[in-house]
Nanobody, 115 residues
Framework: VQLVESGGGLVQPGGSLRLSCAAS????????MSWYRQAPGKERELVAT????????YYAESVKGRFTISRDNAKNTVYLQMNSLKPEDTAVYYC?????????WGQGTQVTVSS
């Protein structure tokens, strides 16, 4: 199993970024996928989840209306479109999925929102 995030970087408040997570080594289209984030000194938190078909999504209240999770099962990739970014969105963002009792994680991508 491999999850590889990309697309992070430094952006000004109010700006946008699109994160990507390329998955391999498992039947991607069979699993829901999630994005988590972890800010310095804080616990890792769930940001958004999408079902295996993409038909249903969930967002944390803090990002609802600003972030959009999507997936392309033909490309084994899940995305996180982040708009209207705020300094409090600064964190390492992780792609993840759970199979049985085991949750797999990518290496993370840093997002920094600062002027």
């Amino acid at each position: 199993v491999q999850l590889v995030e990309s697309g992070g970087g430094l952006v000004q408040p109010g700006g946008s970024l699109r994160l990507s997570c390329a998955a391999s080594g498992f039947a991607f289209s069979n699993y829901g996928m999630s994005w988590y984030r972890q800010a310095p000194g804080k616990e890792r938190e769930l940001v958004a989840t999408i079902t295996s078909t993409g038909g249903s999504t969930y967002y944390a209240e803090s990002v609802k209306g600003r972030f959009t999770i999507s997936r392309d099962n033909a490309k084994n990739t899940v995305y996180l479109q982040m708009n209207s970014l705020k300094p409090e969105d600064t964190a390492v963002y992780y792609c993840s999925f759970q199979r049985g009792f085991f949750r797999s994680w990518g290496q993370g991508t840093q997002v920094t929102v600062s002027s």
